[in-house]
C-alpha cells in the first residue's frame, strides 16, 4: 500500500468515527430528554379539590353515612354557674382529671367565687326537643344554654338526673328537629367501629373515629353514699376531650349506642381511651326520668364481687368467671328468690355476664316488681331462680319524683328545689304531718326537716326509710335536723 491509499483510508476511518461517535451523542442526548421530561409532572396546590364520590370505600369503612346523619342531631350545651356552687355540693363528685373532661373554660374543678360557664355536648333523641345528655355537664347549673348545629339557640329546662348513672334528660321549647335513632348497644362487639360526636374544646361538630375497646368497664369514676352507681362503660380509642362530655357514640349506621361520659388521663386531655354509657341503659334511664322524674332503680338486693382465680380457689369453686354472692340482704328480691350467700351468679334473662358491673347493667334495664330469671350455681350445680326486683325502699311500687310516704304515724316527702336553696342545705325529709306513734311521742312537730339519723346524712324520704329499715333492733336514733325557719333540733327515738 502506497503512502496515498494509506492517507484516503485514514481520512475515511476518521470520518466514520466522527459520524458514529455524533450519532451516539444524539441518542443518548434524547433519552436523557425523555426522562426529564417523564419526571416533570404537573404541580398542583394543596387546596387541590379531589371529587371522591366515584372513590370505592370498603364495606364498614365508609364513615361518611354516619356522620352526615348523627351530626345535626349533638348540640353543644353552655351551662351557667353562681359562686361556688361548682360542680354541685352533691354526692356524685368526679375525681379531678375526670371533671376536666367536663371542659369549663373557667377552670371550674376549683370553687369560684363568682359567675361561671361550662361546656359540654348533647343528643336530641326525639323531634320535640329531648335532649341527653351527662349529669355533671348541668349539675348545680342556674342556666343551660343550647346551640343547635345550624345555629339557633334555646333555653333548656332540666327534665330529670341520675347521678348514679351521670345522665340526665334536658327539654328545649322546639319541633321537628333532627335526631339521632337509640340503638342497641348490646350488639356492639368490640372491634367494631365507631364515631364519637361532639364539642371539643368549643370546636363543633367534630367527629372522630375509633373502635369499641371492651365493654362492661368499671372504673370507679361516679360516687354515691348508698352503693348505688352503676358502671358499665362501653371503652373507646375513639379521640374524645373536653367538651365531648355528653355527646354521642355511634355505630356505622347512625345509630346511638353511646353517650361520651369520661376519659383515661393523667392531664385531663384525651391520652388513648374513652368510655360511654351504654344506649341501652341511656334509654331505660331517660324513659324513667320522662316519665316519673326519677329513675326506678330496681334491686336484687345483694353484696356482689368478681370471681377471679384467688376468689376460686379461697371458696372451692368450680368456675373462675361470675358474680358472687356475699351477702342476700334480707326480704329482698334475691332473698325471695331463694339465692344464698356463696352463690356464682353466671347470667340473667339468659344473658350470660362475667363480672359485677354487667351484673348491675343487666338488672338496672328493669324497674321494680319486674321478674327477671337468675342462673346460678351452687355447690358445682347450675340453677336458675326467678327474682322479684325491689325498689330502694323494699318495695315494688313505683317512686314519685316527689315521694311522700307514711312512717310509724308521720307523712314525709322530699325538699323542694327552693326550699333546699332558701335553707342552705343539700336535701332532707319533711315531716308534713304528726297522727300519732314515735314522732309524736318523741315530741317532733309537723315542719321538721330530718338531716341525719345517727350522724348518716339524710338527704331524701329514701334515705330516711332506708335508715330506719336498717335499724330494726331496738335501740334508740338520734334524729336530726331543723325547722322551716332554720332552727335547728335534735331528738332521740326508740325504735
Known amino acids: 500500500m502506497n503512502n496515498r491509499q494509506f492517507f484516503i483510508r485514514m481520512v475515511f476511518a476518521s470520518m466514520l468515527g466522527g459520524i458514529v461517535a455524533l450519532g451516539g451523542y444524539q441518542m443518548i442526548k434524547e433519552d436523557q430528554v425523555r426522562v426529564i421530561q417523564a419526571d416533570n409532572q404537573p404541580v398542583r396546590f394543596s387546596n387541590y379539590e379531589l371529587d371522591s364520590s366515584a372513590m370505592i370505600v370498603p364495606e364498614g369503612l365508609n364513615f361518611v353515612y354516619a356522620a352526615k346523619a348523627v351530626t345535626p342531631g349533638v348540640v353543644h350545651i353552655r351551662s351557667t354557674f353562681e359562686g361556688s356552687s361548682r360542680m354541685g355540693q352533691g354526692t356524685n363528685q368526679f375525681d379531678e382529671y375526670f371533671r376536666q373532661f367536663f371542659g369549663d373554660p373557667q377552670g371550674g374543678s376549683q370553687p369560684q367565687q363568682r359567675q361561671s360557664m361550662g361546656s359540654g355536648s348533647g343528643v336530641i333523641i326525639s323531634q320535640n326537643g329531648y335532649i341527653a345528655t351527662n349529669n355533671h355537664v348541668i349539675e348545680s347549673a342556674t342556666e343551660i344554654e343550647v346551640l343547635l348545629n345550624d345555629n339557633r339557640t334555646y333555653k333548656a329546662e332540666i327534665v330529670g338526673t341520675d347521678p348514679t348513672t351521670d345522665l340526665a334528660l334536658l327539654k328545649i321549647d322546639a319541633s321537628g328537629l333532627p335526631f339521632i335513632k337509640v340503638g342497641n348497644s348490646d350488639q356492639v362487639q368490640i372491634g367494631e367501629w365507631v364515631l364519637a360526636v361532639g364539642n371539643p374544646f368549643e370546636f363543633r361538630s367534630t367527629v372522630t373515629a375509633g373502635i369499641i375497646s371492651a365493654k362492661g368497664r368499671n372504673i370507679n369514676i361516679l360516687r354515691n353514699r348508698n352503693n348505688l352507681q352503676i358502671e358499665s362503660f362501653l371503652q373507646t380509642d375513639a379521640a374524645v376531650n373536653p367538651g365531648n362530655s355528653g355527646g354521642a357514640l355511634v355505630n356505622l349506621r347512625g345509630e346511638l349506642v353511646g353517650i361520651n361520659t369520661a376519659i383515661a388521663t393523667p392531664t385531663g386531655t384525651y391520652a388513648g381511651y374513652s368510655f360511654a354509657v351504654p344506649s341501652n341503659l341511656v334509654d331505660k334511664v331517660l324513659a324513667?326520668?320522662?316519665?316519673?322524674?326519677?329513675?326506678?332503680?330496681?334491686?336484687?338486693?345483694?353484696?356482689?364481687?368478681?370471681?377471679?382465680?384467688?376468689?376460686?380457689?379461697?371458696?372451692?369453686?368450680?368456675?373462675?368467671?361470675?358474680?358472687?354472692?356475699?351477702?342476700?340482704?334480707?326480704?329482698?328480691?334475691?332473698?325471695?328468690?331463694?339465692?344464698?350467700?356463696?352463690?356464682?351468679?353466671?347470667?340473667?334473662?339468659?344473658?350470660?355476664?362475667?363480672?359485677?358491673?354487667?351484673?348491675?347493667?343487666?338488672?338496672?334495664?328493669?324497674?321494680?316488681?319486674?321478674?327477671?330469671?337468675?342462673?346460678?350455681?351452687?355447690?358445682?350445680?347450675?340453677?336458675?331462680?326467678?327474682?322479684?326486683?325491689?325498689?330502694?325502699?323494699?318495695?315494688?311500687?313505683?317512686?314519685?319524683?316527689?315521694?311522700?310516704?307514711?312512717?310509724?304515724?308521720?307523712?314525709?316527702a322530699d325538699l323542694s328545689k327552693d326550699e333546699k336553696a332558701e335553707l342552705k342545705i343539700e336535701g332532707g325529709a319533711k315531716l308534713l304531718k304528726v297522727e300519732g306513734g314515735k314522732w309524736r311521742e318523741a315530741g317532733i312537730k309537723a315542719g321538721f326537716i330530718v338531716t341525719a339519723i345517727d350522724k348518716r346524712p339524710i338527704l331524701s324520704v329514701e334515705d330516711l326509710s332506708r335508715a330506719l329499715t336498717r335499724t330494726n333492733d331496738g335501740s334508740g336514733l338520734l334524729i336530726e335536723g331543723l325547722y322551716e325557719g332554720g332552727e335547728k333540733a335534735y331528738y332521740g327515738i326508740g325504735w
Open 288 to 412: 324513667d326520668l320522662k316519665e316519673f322524674g326519677v329513675v326506678q332503680r330496681a334491686l336484687l338486693g345483694i353484696n356482689i364481687r368478681d370471681v377471679n382465680a384467688q376468689l376460686a380457689e379461697d371458696e372451692d369453686l368450680n368456675v373462675l368467671e361470675g358474680v358472687y354472692v356475699i351477702n342476700v340482704n334480707p326480704n329482698s328480691g334475691a332473698d325471695d328468690a331463694g339465692i344464698e350467700n356463696g352463690d356464682v351468679i353466671i347470667a340473667v334473662q339468659g344473658e350470660k355476664v362475667t363480672k359485677t358491673s354487667e351484673l348491675q347493667e343487666k338488672v338496672a334495664l328493669n324497674r321494680p316488681g319486674d321478674k327477671v330469671k337468675v342462673t346460678l350455681i351452687r355447690n358445682g350445680k347450675e340453677k336458675t331462680v326467678t327474682a322479684t326486683l325491689k325498689n330502694t325502699l323494699g318495695t315494688t311500687t313505683t317512686i314519685a319524683s316527689s315521694n311522700n310516704m307514711t312512717i310509724q304515724g308521720g307523712t314525709f
